[in-house]
Nanobody, 123 residues
Framework: QVHLVESGGDSVQAGGSLRLSCAAS????????MGWFRQAPGKEREGVATISGGGARTSYADSVKGRFTISRDNAKNTYLQMNSLKPEDTAMYYC?????????????????WGQGTQVTVSS
């Protein structure tokens, strides 16, 4: 079992930056692919970014490429650096973990989810 706790969500103005963090609790963390997803009101949850076990490979949704960066450290933390934020980035952001080394932006790859952290971007 993997327990995930997100933090870092806040309210910011358009053009601002935020850094989300996800703390994982499992000794095999380093082999798990990690991801960030988001869900805006009235919309389905969508994949934002993933990072492979070990951190060598990353993938991003087209809507965030060049603005968001996913990373991980050896202390069971995964991060999402979000720059040049737009009002359409407003959503609940979820951290997710997969029992696999590589993963896609599809929810089906992930079996563990955090409770989410709210990001609100005002124009």
């Amino acid at each position: 079992q993997v327990h995930l706790v997100e933090s870092g969500g806040d309210s910011v103005q358009a053009g601002g930056s935020l850094r989300l963090s996800c703390a994982a609790s499992r000794y095999t963390y380093g082999s798990n692919c990690m991801g960030w997803f988001r869900q805006a009101p009235g919309k389905e949850r969508e994949g934002v970014a993933t990072i492979s076990g070990g951190g060598a490979r990353t993938s991003y949704a087209d809507s965030v490429k060049g603005r968001f960066t996913i990373s991980r450290d050896n202390a069971k933390n995964t991060y999402l650096q979000m720059n040049s934020l737009k009002p359409e980035d407003t959503a609940m952001y979820y951290c997710a973990a997969a029992d696999r080394y590589l993963c896609t932006l599809f929810e089906r790859d992930f079996g563990y989810w955090g409770q989410g952290t709210q990001v609100t971007v005002s124009s």
